[in-house]
Nanobody
């Protein structure tokens, strides 16, 4: 079992930045592909970014490419999502997830563990 707790969400103006953190407990995150997803009101949950077990490979949704950066510190059992140049369209609940896979996964059903989510609101 892995427990994931997200933090760092909040209210920010357009063009601002936030850094989300996902702290894991129970098992080391180095055994998992880690991903970030988000869900806006009335919308489906969507893939944002993911990184492989050692952080050597990353993948981003087209909508965030060049603005968001996923990283991980396995020694701290923590995964991060640095979000820059935020837009109102980025407003959503952001979820951290862990997948016991070798390759990056973009579909939410491939992930085994989820955090409770953290709200990000970008005002125009």
């Amino acid at each position: 079992q892995v427990q994931l707790v997200e933090s760092g969400g909040g209210l920010v103006q357009t063009g601002g930045s936030l850094r989300l953190s996902c702290a894991a407990s129970g098992r080391t995150v180095s055994n998992y592909v880690m991903g970030w997803f988000r869900q806006a009101p009335g919308a489906e949950r969507e893939f944002v970014a993911a990184t492989t077990r050692r952080g050597g490979n990353t993948l981003y949704a087209d909508s965030v490419k060049g603005r968001f950066t996923i990283s991980r510190d396995n020694a701290k059992n923590t995964v991060y999502l640095q979000m820059n140049s935020l837009e109102p369209e980025d407003t959503a609940v952001y979820y951290c997830a862990a997948a016991q896979k070798l390759l990056i996964q973009t579909r939410d059903f491939e992930y085994d563990y989820w955090g409770q989510g953290t709200q990000v609101t970008v005002s125009s």
